[in-house]
């Protein structure tokens, strides 16, 4: 927030200042090879936070993407003019957030992609070919008949599944994120 006052630029309510001096950097080296700058804005449905351990678990979470493209030739070459235009840009994104916390959808046409049969067919495969040899030694087991066997399987694959959660729910981060412009979090801390 300083550095915008100090700047002369408006603050940003849900995003940082861009870094403005790496951005046309890039911009000048990528001239030629790209045609075009994507602006992304993801949020979650109902403010969830998707967690790896949620995914494990197979919880759904619904997501909105707002997805622009810029053609680099409209950019400014002008590193000034540049820093300007990114600017502009992140004022639209704060805005643009702006409207999705109080409507709970990005503005303009819904677009539901249709569900392919080549990702079904994809998963279906490389799953097939990594599990196999699991299933195999699954089957050999059963089959084997050893109760003494197919019970310690069965607990070999209990144990695996509760320690792959375990490890998972260690890395999970119980911070909800950045204090960044949020006056009330830094009068708590």
Not at 117 to 137: D, M, Q, R, V
Not at 165 to 176: A, N, S
């Amino acid at each position: 927030m300083q550095v915008a006052e100090s700047k002369g630029l408006p603050k940003l309510k849900y995003h940082l200042l861009p870094r403005t001096k790496g951005f046309t950097t890039t911009l000048q080296c990528l001239k030629g090879t790209v045609k075009a700058v994507y602006d992304v804005t993801l949020n979650f449905k109902d403010k969830q936070n998707p967690t790896l351990l949620g995914i494990v678990n197979g919880k759904k979470y619904m997501a909105d993407l707002s997805v622009r493209r810029f053609p680099v030739e409209e950019i400014p070459d002008d590193e000034k003019e540049c820093a300007d235009w990114l600017h502009k840009l992140y004022q639209e994104k704060d805005a643009l957030q702006e409207q999705y916390e109080k409507e709970g959808c990005f503005p303009g046409p819904i677009i539901k992609p249709k569900r392919r049969l080549w990702t079904l067919l994809n998963f279906l495969f490389w799953a097939t070919l990594l599990l196999s040899p699991l299933i195999n030694f699954a089957w050999d087991v059963l089959v084997s008949g050893s109760p003494l066997l197919i019970i310690g399987f069965m607990i070999f694959l209990i144990v695996a599944s509760v320690a792959v959660r375990r490890l998972i729910g260690v890395t999970e981060v119980k911070k909800t994120g950045s204090s960044y412009g949020n006056v009330e979090a830094k009068k708590e801390n």
